[in-house]
C-alpha cells in the first residue's frame, strides 16, 4: 500500500479523498490556491502546499509544478479527483514516467477515450451500442449537409474532442445547418483547439443512464449497476440517483454488459464510468467514458456497500479487486442532490461571498459530502459546488422524504443557493414518476417563470 497520497483536487472531493486515506492509514498530503488558504480541504489534509495565484491555470491545472511537488514530497501516488487534471493524458504520462502511481487507468485508456469519434469507432468495433451518426469527423459544409441527410433531421453536431456541453449544437432542418455547423466548429477550436467536428442522430428526450465500473490491473472487471442523471441544466448533472426507476433487470443485465464491454476495449482499470443515452424504448447508446470517479459516485456507494474511492487506492496500487461481481447486490434506492452557490431564479448566477453559518443535515440514510464550512470563502474562480446531500432508504419514495427534509435542515448563510430548485424538483409528478428525460429542466422550469415556480419556496 501507500505511505503518501497527494490529492490535486479541491472541495468536497478532495475532502472525500482524504477521507478515505484516513480510513486507510495513509498520510494525505494536499495543494490548494490563495483563495483556497482557510478551505476544508487543507484544515483535513495531513499536508498542504500551497499554489501561488487562482486561477485553475495557475494552480490546480499548473501540472508541472504539481509533479514536481509530488516528487519534493515524497508522495507515492496522486489521487487526481474529477476535472481539473484528472483526464489530462500528457499529466498521467508524465506521472507514469516519473515512479509515482497514478490512482485512475492508464494514460493509453484515457487517450483511447478522449476523442468522442476514436472512441465511438472502438465501441463499434467491440458491439456496444452508439448513437447513429459519423464515427470520422465531417470534412466540409457539402458532405456534412449529406450525411445529416442521410442520418435524418434532427441531428447533434460535436465536437470530436468536446466536453463541458462544448462545440454542441442540434440541428433541427438542413436550412439550419451552415451555421450550427460553422458555430460548433469555432466552439471546439476555441475550447479543445481542434476543430473537428461530427454528427449524431439527436434522440428525443433521452434519458441519461450511466454504469459505474471498477477494473483492476489483473483484468478482472465489475459494474456497480446504474446511476440515472437526466435532471440536468446546460448538461451539467444536479440530482442522481441509483439505481435508475426506468431500467429494467433485463434492460440493466444488457446495460452492464455492453459497460463492461466498454471498459476491456480500452483495457481499463480503475473506476471509471460509461454514460449512455437511452430512449422512450429503451434502446440504449454509448456516449462517452469519463475515465475518472464521478460526483456522482456516492448514490453507487450508498446501494452496494462499496467504498469506491478505498477500491480505487487499492487497485492502483497493484491489489486484486476486493470484491467479484456476485458479492455486488442492490441494497436500496439513493438520490443525490449538488447543491451549488447560485440563484436559480435570476439565471443561475453565482453567488460569491463568505459562508456566515453552515449547519449540515443528519439522521439515518443521509450522507453530507462537504467541501466548505462557516468562513469559507466563494469566488468564481471555481465550480460553484458546495456540497452533496445524499440519501439512501428501502425504496425511492423513502428516499424522496428523506432528501427533502435533509434539504430543509441544510442552513446556509451568506449566499445564495439552489436549493429552492431542489426542493421544487422533488415534488414534482414528472419526478416523483421516476420516468423524467433531460430536458426536464428546460422544459418544465425555465421555459415557464422560475421565480413563481419558486415563490411557496421563499420561506423555506
Ligand atoms: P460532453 O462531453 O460535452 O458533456 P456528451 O456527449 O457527454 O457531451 O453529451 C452531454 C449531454 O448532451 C448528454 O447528457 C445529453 O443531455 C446531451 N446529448 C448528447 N448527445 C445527444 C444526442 N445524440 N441526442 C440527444 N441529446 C444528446
Known amino acids: 500500500m501507500f505511505n503518501k497520497i497527494f490529492i490535486v483536487n479541491r472541495g468536497e472531493i478532495a475532502v472525500r479523498v482524504i477521507r478515505a486515506c484516513k480510513e486507510l492509514g495513509i498520510r494525505s498530503a494536499v495543494v490548494y490556491s490563495e483563495a483556497d488558504r482557510f478551505s476544508l480541504h487543507v484544515r483535513h489534509a495531513d499536508e498542504s502546499y500551497a499554489l501561488k495565484g487562482n486561477t485553475p491555470k495557475e494552480t490546480y491545472l499548473n501540472y508541472p509544478l ?54 465511438r469507432q472502438l465501441m463499434k468495433r467491440n458491439g456496444v451500442p452508439i448513437v447513429p451518426g459519423t464515427t470520422e469527423p465531417i470534412q466540409n459544409i457539402v458532405d456534412g449537409k449529406k450525411t445529416a441527410a442521410e442520418i435524418g433531421y434532427p441531428v447533434i453536431l460535436k465536437a470530436s474532442l468536446g466536453g463541458g456541453g462544448k462545440g454542441m449544437k442540434s440541428v433541427f432542418t438542413e436550412s439550419e445547418f451552415d451555421e450550427a455547423f460553422l458555430s460548433a466548429q469555432r466552439e471546439a477550436i476555441k475550447a479543445f483547439g481542434d476543430d473537428a467536428v461530427y454528427i449524431e442522430k439527436l434522440i428525443i428526450n433521452p434519458k441519461h443512464v450511466e454504469v459505474q465500473i471498477i477494473g483492476d490491473k489483473h483484468g478482472n472487471y465489475v459494474h456497480l449497476f446504474e446511476r440515472e442523471c437526466s435532471i440536468q441544466r446546460r448538461h451539467q448533472k444536479i440530482i442522481e440517483e441509483a439505481p435508475s426507476s426506468f431500467v429494467d433487470s433485463a434492460i440493466r443485465e444488457r446495460l452492464t454488459m455492453s459497460a463492461i464491454d466498454a471498459a476491456k476495449a480500452c483495457n481499463y482499470y480503475n473506476a471509471g464510468t460509461i454514460e449512455f443515452l437511452m430512449d422512450a424504448d429503451k434502446n440504449f447508446f454509448f456516449l462517452e467514458m469519463n475515465t475518472r470517479l464521478q460526483v456522482e459516485h456516492p448514490v453507487t456507494e450508498l446501494i452496494t456497500c462499496i467504498d469506491l474511492v478505498k477500491e480505487q487506492i487499492s487497485v492502483a496500487a497493484g491489489n486484486v479487486l476486493s470484491f467479484t461481481q456476485g458479492d455486488v447486490k442492490l441494497k436500496g434506492h439513493a438520490i443525490e442532490c449538488r447543491v451549488y452557490a447560485e440563484d436559480p431564479v435570476n439565471n443561475f448566477l453565482p453567488s460569491t461571498g463568505t459562508v456566515t453559518f453552515h449547519r449540515i443535515p443528519s439522521g439515518p440514510g443521509i450522507r453530507v459530502d462537504e467541501g466548505i464550512d462557516t468562513g469559507a470563502d466563494i469566488s468564481t474562480f471555481y465550480d460553484p459546488l458546495l456540497t452533496k446531500i445524499s440519501a439512501i432508504s428501502v425504496n425511492r419514495k423513502d428516499a424522496i422524504m428523506k432528501m427533502n427534509h435533509a434539504l430543509s435542515q441544510y442552513l446556509i448563510g451568506g449566499l445564495q443557493t439552489n436549493i429552492p430548485l431542489l426542493k421544487w424538483i422533488l415534488e414534482q409528478e414528472t419526478f416523483l414518476s421516476g420516468n423524467y428525460p433531460i430536458n426536464f429542466i428546460d422544459n418544465e422550469f425555465l421555459a415557464k417563470e422560475p421565480a413563481k415556480l419558486l415563490q411557496t419556496r421563499k420561506d423555506d
Not at 489530462?88 to 485512475?104: A, D, L, V
Open 66 to 119: 504539481i509533479l514536481q511537488t509530488a516528487k519534493d514530497i515524497g508522495a507515492d501516488a496522486i489521487h487526481p479527483g474529477y476535472g481539473f487534471l484528472s483526464e489530462n493524458e500528457e499529466f498521467i504520462t508524465s506521472i507514469e514516467n516519473s515512479g509515482i502511481t497514478f490512482i485512475g487507468p492508464s494514460s493509453t485508456s484515457v487517450r483511447m477515450m478522449g476523442s468522442k469519434t476514436a472512441a
